[in-house]
């Protein structure tokens, strides 16, 4: 049963710096994506970052980068935002993809599992 478990949410002010942390179990041996979206009341889930299995990445803005660390059981995948705007305040969502296309990271229909969520909380 593939899990995943988001870290790093929390309150920061405008312009600060933020890493949220996820982790995957239990999923297949093959190479496969893991993204974040997020949502905000009364808006629909967006997209944010995805990585491949092998540290490809793309990002809906060039503030936010992903990296991934892989062994044997697991994969953890680190968003690292920066320069923070009230409007990145959301909840934010690690998934996971059952195959390895980045063509396909922004869909949210790819993505077959996915976390609880954390909360990003930012001052102005």
């Known amino acids: 049963q593939v899990q995943l478990v988001e870290n790093g949410g929390g309150l920061v002010q405008a312009g600060d710096s933020l890493r949220l942390s996820c982790t995957a179990s239990g999923a297949s041996d093959t190479p496969y994506i893991i993204a974040w979206f997020r949502q905000s009341p009364g808006k629909e889930r967006e997209f944010v970052a995805g990585i491949q299995g092998d540290g490809g990445f793309d990002s809906a803005t060039e503030r936010f980068s992903m990296t991934r660390d892989n062994d044997n059981a697991k994969s953890t995948v680190y968003l690292q935002m920066t320069s923070l705007k009230p409007e990145d305040a959301a909840v934010y969502y690690c998934?996971?993809?059952?195959?390895?296309?980045?063509?396909?990271?922004?869909?949210?229909?790819?993505?077959?599992?996915w976390g609880q969520g954390t909360q990003v909380t930012v001052s102005a």
């Open positions: 998934a996971l993809a059952p195959h390895n296309l980045l063509r396909l990271v922004r869909n949210i229909r790819e993505y077959s599992y």
